[in-house]
């Protein structure tokens, strides 16, 4: 069988998922793919190992019975939710899958999610259980946090799964409720890959969320989601770092919220200046910016037909992204390449994208 997942990017509401609060993605126009079959088993009838290729990272077997998963390993992401599907009682017994994939590796554009959520996918059909995009969204979350070792949110994978085509998505990141938003009519979304590289798990990424998780903890709440934003000014000095990443979280989720409703309304411009707003956040409050990112931000703001721009994704590099006037945007795309070539001596990658579906399965079968 067939199978593929979508990347996804972020148009606002970064670092708020795994503070209960608002996020609104789209699906892009990459996908990972998954062939898999069951593995066939020995002359005596015992199983034997999975098998996983990638035509980038080559080939890894796991032995059910006796190996840890190596946390480090690509091919954890594959392993973990074939063994945590196996916990819940829903196995398939040992498999053969070949990966492809054209989702930027890197770039904050969630390729590992795309990766589960496409593995979820067939493993789930070859085990014959039904397909539920939030059940299965949970699953690979519980990859990344507990095989994985990545402390991050519920958004990656529940994009990946449940995207509408031609819309983002408005997520209660507490509740999982989906609300399909259409972004403004005669805009698209540039998504610019800045070719610089990060990796999450090592990053401070954890560091952040353990701050939120402090000041969460200070102002009595369960959630910053659930912070009044003046709550903040009482928090004492020992805690000045704790503030403006309660800041960042209690200011991204309004902005969120504001634009999903500038996106009801068509109004491009209200929504170009809360994606500027969101990135400033990022940049001095929450401190996961970079150089790179910042240097692509402020060309994409000053460019041809452009009405915000923000970094997305975890961030420290990797990609951004910008709400651009349709009838604009090949202008906007060579100004960008030229203008970061001239500033950092990179070549970057812009892509001109739609909102993508989510996963499906492209053949059944064994």
């Given at each position: 069988?067939?199978?593929r997942?979508?990347?996804r990017v972020n148009l606002i509401g970064e670092h708020t998922d795994y503070n209960g609060g608002f996020v609104l993605p789209m699906a892009i126009e990459f996908d990972t793919v998954v062939a898999l079959s069951r593995a066939k088993r020995d002359r005596s009838g015992r199983d034997v190992v999975s098998t996983v290729v990638s035509e980038h990272f080559g080939e890894a077997m796991l032995d059910h019975q006796r190996d840890q998963i190596d946390a480090t390993h690509w091919a954890a992401y594959a392993f973990g939710v074939s063994r945590l599907l196996d916990s819940c009682g829903i196995s398939t017994g040992p498999w053969r899958c070949s990966v492809a994939t054209d989702v930027p590796i890197g770039a904050s554009l969630s390729s590992s999610a795309a990766l589960e959520v496409a593995m979820a996918a067939a493993l789930l059909h070859l085990a014959g259980e039904s397909w539920d995009a939030v059940a299965t969204a949970q699953i690979c979350q519980r990859v990344?946090?507990?095989?994985v070792?990545?402390?991050c949110g519920i958004m990656d994978p529940l994009i990946c799964s449940s995207a509408v085509q031609g819309h983002a998505s408005l997520i209660d990141c507490r509740s999982l409720d989906i609300e399909p938003r259409r972004v403004?009519?005669?805009?698209v979304i540039a998504i610019?890959?800045?070719m610089t590289r990060r990796e999450l798990v090592d990053s401070a990424y954890a560091d952040r969320r353990a701050a939120c998780a402090r000041a969460a903890d200070w102002l009595a709440v369960n959630a910053l989601r659930?912070?009044?934003l003046d709550a903040i000014d009482g928090m004492p000095d020992d805690l000045t770092t704790e503030r403006r990443r309660a800041r960042h979280v209690i200011t991204e989720n309004e902005r969120t919220l504001a634009a999903a409703n500038a996106m009801d309304s068509g109004d491009a411009d209200a929504l170009g200046d809360l994606m500027n707003a969101s990135h400033a956040s990022l940049r001095d409050d929450y401190e996961?910016?970079?150089p790179a990112l910042d240097t692509m931000v402020a060309i994409a703001q000053s460019g041809p037909g452009c009405r915000g721009a923000r970094m997305t994704g975890g961030g420290f590099a990797g990609c951004a992204l910008a709400l651009v006037d349709a009838d604009g945007a090949e202008a906007f795309t060579r100004s960008v390449r030229d203008r970061y070539r001239d500033a950092c001596g990179l070549d970057a990658d812009v892509w001109l994208s739609q909102p993508a579906a989510g996963a499906s399965l492209i053949r059944g079968g064994e």
């Open positions: 069988m067939v199978s997942a979508p990347g990344e946090n507990e095989v070792g990545m402390p403004v009519d005669g805009s610019l890959d800045t659930d912070a009044p996961v910016s970079g």
